[in-house]
Nanobody, 125 residues
């Protein structure tokens, strides 16, 4: 089974930074496109960012394009989401998905069945 585990969530003040991590048990890790999603209270699942196998191809959702950065370390089987300039509306449970694909023409990320349980981020003053 593929295990996907997010970590790094917590309480942060508006404007502050936070880095999330997602570790995937499946090997080789480099075979997987990786993505971050989130679900804010009372809202649907929102695409945030995706990164290809090599780490070169990267795409972001419009809402976080200028504030969030996705990266990966294949040696550690880990993908990161660096979040800066956090806003109150960034409060959400953040999820990692492994093994999907991104269609740059439609701007759509097609998720796989490999999801983590999520890590909660609360932005509050």
């Amino acid at each position: 089974q593929v295990q996907v585990v997010e970590s790094g969530g917590g309480l942060v003040r508006p404007g502050g930074p936070l880095r999330l991590s997602c570790t995937v048990s499946k090997n080789p890790f480099s075979d997987y496109t990786l993505a971050w999603f989130r679900r804010a209270p009372g809202k649907g699942l929102e695409f945030l960012a995706a990164i290809g196998r090599s780490g070169i191809n990267i795409n972001y959702g419009d809402s976080v394009k200028d504030r969030f950065t996705i990266s990966r370390d294949n040696a550690k089987n880990t993908v990161y989401l660096q979040m800066n300039s956090l806003k109150l509306e960034d409060t959400a449970v953040y999820y990692c998905n492994a093994g999907g694909s991104y269609d740059s023409y439609s701007g759509t990320y097609y998720d796989s069945a490999y999801w983590g349980q999520g890590t909660q981020v609360i932005v509050s003053s």
